[in-house]
């Protein structure tokens, strides 16, 4: 089952590459939230921290990571469900992934 999800990821993010308004940040966090997705044995809704994914994308700034992650959720390739529980994740569904 991981190996089907490998594929589909990395036929997802071949596609996202083509994309012109992405940047490299933009990348760096859907590679982060695939990372995620593949430990979890998940191909659509990912649990995840903000600290979790800033660490695993090397964005080093709050702001810097709010900035790509909000564009993501614009140009409607993430949905995101945040979790204002302190001892839940919150919720990333990636939108269209192949």
């Given at each position: ?64 990571y709010h900035k ?31």
């Amino acid at each position: 089952m991981k190996t089907d999800i490998a594929k589909k990821g990395l036929i997802y993010l071949d596609n996202v590459c083509h994309d012109p308004r992405l940047t490299v940040w933009h990348i760096s966090l859907l590679l982060a939230i695939a990372r995620l997705a593949y430990r979890q044995n998940e191909d659509k809704i990912i649990r995840v921290s903000r600290s979790k994914l800033m660490t695993m994308s090397h964005i080093n700034t709050a702001p810097t990571y709010h900035k790509y992650f909000k564009e993501l959720q614009n140009y409607n390739y993430i949905k995101y469900t945040p979790s204002y529980h302190p001892g839940y994740r919150s919720i990333v569904e990636i939108l269209n992934p192949y």
